[in-house]
């Protein structure tokens, strides 16, 4: 099982430039979402999506654009990338379990830095 | 909205010795909780979750954590560090009511001390 595979793991960008970050599961999973992770404020979650189709923001949505066509992928798009984008960020998936509580599976980061 | 502090920034033990991390949540009723940790470069990893009855859960790697509803706290145990514990530790609060939503604390870097 290749869990949450997240491509690419490090990229440069410079402000303005654009660029998606990929996401991809393997296990079925219902629930996908963004997180990006900076120094000393933890992890904010970006969007996330309950299904195929269907898709909602987050705490920090600005500048990020998602899309989820089908339930395997879940890409997150910076349209004009500006500096404060620069961060890691991690995709994470769920399932729902009988008592409705979803436990996150992470993929490894995506570490993008924008000039 | 619901919130989660970690007032322990950096905490170093020695190996050998026990550990505790502490987590504090607000929300409007008993929320899911969550520990992960992130090992440098890495992703998060589940070490444990509670959802409801025992308050006493016991995770991987040896770790267990205790809800306590009158303190709003889940705070993280471990009686003998290792070496290889030395990691970002995240506590975590899920609605009850579904989604994927989980609201993080700002993490506790581990250092550990041979």
């Known amino acids: 099982n290749a869990g949450v595979t997240q491509t690419p793991k490090f990229q440069v960008l410079k402000t303005g430039q654009s660029m998606t970050l990929q996401c991809a599961q393997d296990?079925?999973?219902?629930?996908m979402s963004w997180y990006r992770q900076d120094p000393g404020m933890g992890l904010r979650l970006i969007h996330y999506?309950?299904?195929?189709?269907?898709?909602d923001q987050g705490e920090v949505p600005n500048g990020y654009n998602v899309s989820r066509s089908t339930t395997e992928d879940f890409p997150l798009r910076l349209l004009s990338a500006a500096p404060s984008q620069t961060s890691v960020y991690f995709c994470?998936?769920?399932?729902?379990?009988?008592?409705?509580?979803?436990?996150?599976?992470f993929g490894a980061g995506s570490r993008l830095t924008v000039l | 909205a619901q919130s989660v502090t970690q007032p322990d920034i950096h905490i170093t033990v020695s190996e050998g010795a026990s550990l505790e991390l502490r987590c504090n949540y607000s929300?409007?009723?008993?929320?899911?909780l969550f520990w992960y940790v992130q090992s440098p470069g890495q992703g998060l990893q589940l070490l444990l979750k509670?959802?409801?009855?025992?308050?006493l859960v016991q995770g991987i790697k040896g770790f267990e954590a205790e809800f306590k509803r009158s303190q709003s706290s889940f705070n993280l145990r471990k009686p003998s560090v290792h070496w290889s514990d030395a990691a970002e530790y995240f506590c975590?609060?899920?609605?009850?009511?579904?989604?994927?939503?989980?609201?993080f604390g700002t993490g506790t870097q581990l250092k550990v001390e041979l």
């Open positions: 509670y959802f409801s009855g025992d308050t």
């Open positions: 975590a609060v899920g609605d009850p009511g579904g989604g994927n939503k989980l609201t």
């Open positions: 999506s309950v299904g195929a189709g269907i898709t």
């Open positions: 929300y409007g009723a008993t929320p899911y």
């Open positions: 296990m079925n999973h219902e629930y």
């Open positions: 994470a998936s769920s399932r729902r379990l009988s008592s409705g509580a979803n436990v996150l599976t």
